[in-house]
């Protein structure tokens, strides 16, 4: 006997998601399939954002809905639909079931969907969902394949540029136009101030940098050009500046930094010694060695430097945390003298400048790009090989893997390639970087991705206004108590981990295939219990959204104001404190051009994006379960009220640290 279904079809928001070719749905039940139903009059229903209902009749009962089957045929020309959802309602006015896409059809195409519940595959008995299952990744697995793009880092996407992505990883039209726009703009806003100022020539005097702080600004980047001599601002930056995992505490001077307690007793409080301080746990150090023999760029026709400096810094009971001593590199010498803060004025300023642009290449290179870019590419490859769309833990990560291989394809090509604009103005551009890197990875540990044990390790819990530390800390516990509670969700115990096949391969190939050649890292290859499936969870979920925020938000801020944070020095480290002039710093400093370009990336690069999703807000419904929904809506508010806290906390402070707001953290790593 006859059945009528009623499907809803919603087309997705953004640019160019509709389309005006011939769509056809056919329902697939546990008793047989509906009739193939041709939906749509060519070009009027299925606009951009339309939610279009139909009714699709079925020679005889389907018995429980599995499958949604939808075919795009080409009608006139080429043209790609994205389909948000369907919704079917059974007759007899049962109760709707919504099957959730979030894809886009290219070309003549078939494309199966499931019910959104999520379904580990001891949740599917029938035989038509777990073929359905295998097919689904057997596809994917030969569209996301691995590649080594370069030896001794993590392995990525095999894709030579973004154009070579499937269209469901593709920056929208609206992102990509913007990208695109915003790095043009930048460029020619500064390559016009080049013009005005002289083009490949270095500064008269420190504040000619102003002369490009016109359109481009920010309050934090204006803040810098007013305090960036001052030792307290020094400080300040190790903590909550833009690379705020570099600072340990020092129990013990190194061998190679012979500080002695005369040299540094002026930057005491009275009546204390740096053997004291050392021993109640207020001195801290900054160790650039991973600096030591890199390579160093040549920029037309001149070479670049770099140094490995240590940096011996003091939590001051009234002046806050103070560099109290510099060395420029790793061999103490009598050419690499320790500079002081009682050392001529403009000595200890190119002295800090120096720590400052190891600080550039660290926080661009490994911070940055390797510890939260090509770390979360890893979980993302893994996540599209070996999880089927109906996995709880695929619903679980997609949102914070939107852009990323598209982002990584990009600046593989234009910041870091060969020729790309890291090549032109900095120091480690061209091999040097990729050494960095590699250097980085060999002793990259998946212990270090998870912030409370980096603290501890690096024996910093205790140091005061480390604002870095506590929003980390905070937004940490909310990821992982809302992991936790999904994965409790599908998990009724540690035996249904290890016994989810498909979840098991997952870890394979991020430990395997992703994270390839890492001995030490720390990570098993088998998940064994539930509780170490959160924290991988967490770990993915905040080093994509926190982690990159904390790095990737203030490049601007800290970077504008070029001598703060310079990307490149054209002269070798001072080796005679005696001896640096102004002109000294200005020769070493990067040039007109190389300023402007600085200025443009990082403005680019840090920007708020305009289709930005903030952490925790899910703008595809991937989980339709009622129990799913409300841990997403509980996260919500658990961030709303962090929000909250970190508002109240910077009441009333000169210098605000709001990178870690959650509304200010992207959902993914999209830039």
């Given at each position: 006997?006859?059945?009528?279904?009623?499907?809803?079809?919603?087309?997705?928001?953004?640019?160019?998601?509709?389309?005006?070719?011939?769509?056809?749905?056919?329902?697939?039940?546990?008793?047989?399939?509906?009739?193939?139903?041709?939906?749509?009059?060519?070009?009027?229903?299925?606009?951009?954002?339309?939610?279009?209902?139909?009714?699709?009749?079925?020679?005889?009962?389907?018995?429980?809905?599995?499958?949604?089957?939808?075919?795009?045929?080409?009608?006139?020309?080429?043209?790609?639909?994205?389909?948000?959802?369907?919704?079917?309602?059974?007759?007899?006015?049962?109760?709707?079931?919504?099957?959730?896409?979030?894809?886009?059809?290219?070309?003549?195409?078939?494309?199966?969907?499931?019910?959104?519940?999520?379904?580990?595959?001891?949740?599917?008995?029938?035989?038509?969902?777990?073929?359905?299952?295998?097919?689904?990744?057997?596809?994917?697995?030969?569209?996301?394949?691995?590649?080594?793009?370069?030896?001794?880092?993590?392995?990525?996407?095999?894709?030579?540029?973004?154009?070579?992505?499937?269209?469901?990883?593709?920056?929208?039209?609206?992102?990509?136009?913007?990208?695109?726009?915003?790095?043009?703009?930048?460029?020619?806003?500064?390559?016009?101030?080049?013009?005005?100022?002289?083009?490949?020539?270095?500064?008269?005097?420190?504040?000619?940098?102003?002369?490009?702080?016109?359109?481009?600004?920010?309050?934090?980047?204006?803040?810098?050009?007013?305090?960036?001599?001052?030792?307290?601002?020094?400080?300040?930056?190790?903590?909550?500046?833009?690379?705020?995992?570099?600072?340990?505490?020092?129990?013990?001077?190194?061998?190679?930094?012979?500080?002695?307690?005369?040299?540094?007793?002026?930057?005491?409080?009275?009546?204390?010694?740096?053997?004291?301080?050392?021993?109640?746990?207020?001195?801290?150090?900054?160790?650039?060695?991973?600096?030591?023999?890199?390579?160093?760029?040549?920029?037309?026709?001149?070479?670049?430097?770099?140094?490995?400096?240590?940096?011996?810094?003091?939590?001051?009971?009234?002046?806050?945390?103070?560099?109290?001593?510099?060395?420029?590199?790793?061999?103490?010498?009598?050419?690499?003298?320790?500079?002081?803060?009682?050392?001529?004025?403009?000595?200890?300023?190119?002295?800090?400048?120096?720590?400052?642009?190891?600080?550039?290449?660290?926080?661009?290179?490994?911070?940055?790009?390797?510890?939260?870019?090509?770390?979360?590419?890893?979980?993302?490859?893994?996540?599209?090989?070996?999880?089927?769309?109906?996995?709880?833990?695929?619903?679980?990560?997609?949102?914070?893997?939107?852009?990323?291989?598209?982002?990584?394809?990009?600046?593989?090509?234009?910041?870091?390639?060969?020729?790309?604009?890291?090549?032109?103005?900095?120091?480690?551009?061209?091999?040097?970087?990729?050494?960095?890197?590699?250097?980085?990875?060999?002793?990259?540990?998946?212990?270090?991705?998870?912030?409370?044990?980096?603290?501890?390790?690096?024996?910093?819990?205790?140091?005061?206004?480390?604002?870095?530390?506590?929003?980390?800390?905070?937004?940490?516990?909310?990821?992982?108590?809302?992991?936790?509670?999904?994965?409790?969700?599908?998990?009724?115990?540690?035996?249904?981990?290890?016994?989810?096949?498909?979840?098991?391969?997952?870890?394979?190939?991020?430990?395997?295939?992703?994270?390839?050649?890492?001995?030490?890292?720390?990570?098993?290859?088998?998940?064994?219990?539930?509780?170490?499936?959160?924290?991988?969870?967490?770990?993915?979920?905040?080093?994509?959204?926190?982690?990159?925020?904390?790095?990737?938000?203030?490049?601007?801020?800290?970077?504008?104001?070029?001598?703060?944070?310079?990307?490149?020095?054209?002269?070798?480290?001072?080796?005679?404190?005696?001896?640096?002039?102004?002109?000294?710093?200005?020769?070493?400093?990067?040039?007109?051009?190389?300023?402007?370009?600085?200025?443009?990336?990082?403005?680019?690069?840090?920007?708020?994006?305009?289709?930005?999703?903030?952490?925790?807000?899910?703008?595809?419904?991937?989980f339709t379960e009622g129990r799913a929904r409300e841990l997403i809506d509980r996260f919500g508010a658990e961030l709303k009220d962090i929000e909250g806290r970190i508002l109240s906390q910077n009441e009333g402070l000169e210098l605000q640290y709001l990178f870690?707001?959650?509304?200010?953290?992207?959902?993914?790593?999209?830039?």
């Open positions: 006997m006859e059945e009528v279904y009623t499907v809803t079809v919603a087309t997705g928001t953004s640019e160019y998601s509709g389309t005006n070719n011939y769509i056809f749905v056919t329902l697939v039940g546990e008793r047989g399939e509906s009739e193939r139903t041709l939906l749509d009059n060519p070009g009027l229903d299925f606009c951009r954002g339309a939610v279009d209902q139909y009714k699709v009749t079925s020679p005889s009962p389907l018995g429980s809905l599995l499958l949604v089957r939808l075919e795009k045929q080409r009608y006139w020309v080429e043209d790609n639909w994205f389909c948000r959802y369907v919704t079917v309602e059974p007759p007899g006015g049962d109760k709707v079931l919504t099957f959730p896409c979030y894809r886009w059809l290219v070309g003549d195409i078939k494309v199966e969907i499931r019910e959104g519940t999520a379904k580990t595959p001891r949740d599917d008995s029938a035989p038509q969902l777990l073929a359905h299952r295998k097919a689904e990744l057997q596809e994917r697995q030969a569209t996301y394949r691995w590649m080594s793009w370069a030896p001794d880092i993590p392995r990525c996407i095999d894709a030579k540029t973004e154009a070579d992505l499937p269209q469901n990883v593709r920056f929208d039209n609206e992102k990509r136009s913007d990208f695109e726009h915003s790095l043009q703009y930048a460029l020619l806003e500064l390559s016009l101030k080049k013009l005005a100022i002289r083009f490949g020539k270095s500064w008269d005097d420190l504040d000619d940098f102003q002369r490009i702080f016109w359109k481009l600004r920010s309050p934090i980047a204006e803040y810098c050009m007013e305090h960036w001599k001052e030792d307290w601002f020094f400080g300040y930056q190790c903590m909550n500046g833009s690379n705020p995992r570099m600072i340990q505490r020092c129990k013990k001077l190194p061998q190679n930094f012979p500080v002695t307690p005369d040299m540094v007793q002026s930057s005491m409080a009275p009546r204390t010694t740096l053997g004291k301080e050392l021993k109640a746990g207020n001195v801290y150090l900054l160790d650039y060695a991973i600096m030591d023999g890199v390579p160093t760029n040549t920029i037309k026709g001149k070479p670049q430097y770099v140094a490995a400096p240590l940096c011996l810094l003091y939590q001051h009971p009234d002046d806050g945390l103070i560099p109290i001593a510099i060395q420029l590199g790793q061999t103490p010498g009598l050419d690499t003298p320790i500079f002081l803060p009682k050392d001529p004025p403009l000595a200890w300023l190119l002295a800090k400048m120096w720590v400052r642009t190891s600080e550039f290449q660290v926080f661009q290179v490994l911070s940055h790009l390797l510890r939260t870019h090509l770390v979360v590419e890893v979980f993302c490859v893994a996540t599209l090989r070996q999880l089927p769309a109906v996995h709880p833990i695929y619903k679980l990560l997609d949102p914070h893997l939107r852009y990323t291989l598209e982002i990584n394809c990009r600046g593989r090509n234009q910041l870091i390639s060969a020729d790309g604009i890291f090549k032109k103005v900095v120091s480690t551009g061209g091999e040097g970087l990729l050494i960095l890197a590699q250097k980085e990875y060999k002793v990259l540990t998946y212990r270090s991705l998870q912030p409370g044990n980096d603290f501890t390790d690096r024996g910093v819990s205790q140091l005061p206004s480390y604002f870095y530390r506590e929003h980390s800390l905070m937004l940490w516990e909310a990821i992982h108590s809302f992991v936790s509670g999904m994965v409790s969700l599908y998990y009724q115990s540690d035996r249904d981990v290890q016994e989810d096949l498909e979840l098991q391969a997952w870890i394979r190939d991020i430990t395997q295939e992703g994270f390839t050649e890492l001995p030490n890292f720390g990570l098993p290859s088998k998940l064994g219990t539930r509780e170490e499936l959160s924290t991988l969870l967490t770990v993915a979920i905040f080093s994509a959204t926190a982690q990159h925020a904390a790095t990737n938000n203030g490049q601007f801020d800290w970077c504008a104001w070029v001598p703060n944070t310079p990307c490149t020095m054209r002269q070798p480290p001072p080796t005679d404190k005696d001896a640096v002039t102004m002109e000294a710093i200005m020769a070493t400093l990067p040039d007109v051009s190389q300023s402007c370009v600085q200025m443009a990336i990082t403005w680019h690069l840090g920007r708020a994006q305009p289709d930005a999703i903030p952490l925790g807000q899910y703008a595809e419904e991937h870690l707001l959650p509304s200010r953290i992207e959902n993914s790593i999209t830039i």
